[in-house]
């Protein structure tokens, strides 16, 4: 590995970790499975698995395990458009029919839409391995088309973009109507890639009554979106409360030579400015599917901890 990236990453890294002063100041390197906990002493929180190896296939191969099942459906927006999503339901799902499951709602990135999970990212290849080894709960992932709806601008807080409305009057009410999930926020998580990242942080992160764990992948804010973000959401932040608002820790993934590593870490500054939980982690590579779906192997076998 060459030095240079770490001696332009380790001043900027070291500045985030400053939730404990009790904690050590570690930064997250490929090494050790790319890994940086802060811990604050209040709530106890989940270990993350290392993240498996750059060359490693066979937690995303298919393999000889009770498999789920994905569904292409369609809904209609409140804003009058024919939208699709493709849904993948747990191995169990058919068969126990009293069970209600958490939901995972999962967001592409730019320039993609809702097949690409499952076409590029195999999310049903890896909850079927996982929840085989029980590694993972059982639970739905929903997967949107939200291609026209992505925006980098932070909205201010009460005031809804137009992806956050179509998140909260049709995809949420359409699942919630349509499968047996538990509908509350200890039971639904919100993750992204890149484009996707912003969804978590416009929508996810201004409705914590609605989703209670956060993961971002690959993405965080421009500066001068930074700036806005700040000054709208300050007041969530400076809530005194504000780490029994997540689930779990909210979650940053990059890649070392990621293009979004800069504007990754400067958000995740800001929640950590302000004491926020927060899971940091930098692996090997960049802006790749060989980062997201480690990413999503990682943080599915820490979701849903009060649905277990």
């Known amino acids: 590995m060459k030095l240079t990236p770490f001696l332009l990453i380790i001043p900027l890294a070291l500045s985030l970790q400053a939730e ?8 997250p390197s490929p090494q050790d499975g790319g890994m940086y906990i802060a811990p604050t002493p209040a709530r106890p929180i989940a270990l993350l698995p290392a993240l498996p190896a750059p060359e490693d296939e066979q937690f995303y191969a298919e393999r000889d395990v009770p498999h789920g099942t994905v569904e292409v459906v369609k809904y209609r927006s409140t804003a009058g458009a024919e939208k699709q999503m493709h849904i ?10 009293d069970r209600h499951y958490p939901v995972l709602y999962l967001v592409h990135g730019g320039g993609e839409n809702d097949t690409h999970w499952t076409k590029s ?6 909850l079927d391995n996982l929840i085989a080894d029980g590694k993972a709960r059982p639970m739905i992932l929903v997967m949107p088309n939200a291609s026209d709806l992505f925006t980098g601008t932070p909205p201010k ?8 409305r179509e998140f909260l009057q049709d995809i949420l009410p359409f699942v919630d109507s349509h499968y047996r999930t538990r509908p509350n926020r200890e039971s639904r998580a919100i993750a992204g890639l890149s484009m996707g990242g912003f969804v978590v942080l416009n929508t996810g992160l201004t409705h ?28 969530l932040l400076a809530d005194p409360k504000i780490n029994e608002r997540f689930v779990q820790p909210i979650y940053f993934g990059v890649g070392e030579t990621d293009i979004a590593y800069l504007n990754s870490m400067r958000t995740l500054a800001v929640f950590a400015d302000h ?5 940091s982690v930098l692996s090997s590579h960049g802006h790749e599917w060989l980062n997201w779906r480690r990413y999503l192997w990682q943080t ?3 979701m849903f901890p009060e649905t277990r």
Do not use: M
């Not at 993948?88 to 029919?97: G, K, Q, T």
């Not at 004491?275 to 899971?279: A, D, H, K, M, T």
């Open 20 to 27: 404990d002063a009790a904690a050590p100041r570690k930064l």
């Open 88 to 97: 993948y339901l747990p191995p169990d799902y058919a068969s126990a029919s």
């Open 121 to 126: 990212g195999f999310t049903h290849r890896i």
């Open 157 to 164: 807080l009460g005031e809804d973009d137009a992806c956050s």
């Open 208 to 235: 914590l009554e609605t989703f209670g764990e956060l993961y971002v992948f690959s993405s965080g804010y421009w500066p001068r979106e930074l700036e806005v973000f700040k000054a709208n959401i300050e007041p």
């Open 275 to 279: 004491g926020v939980r927060n899971f």
């Open 300 to 302: 599915a076998q820490i």
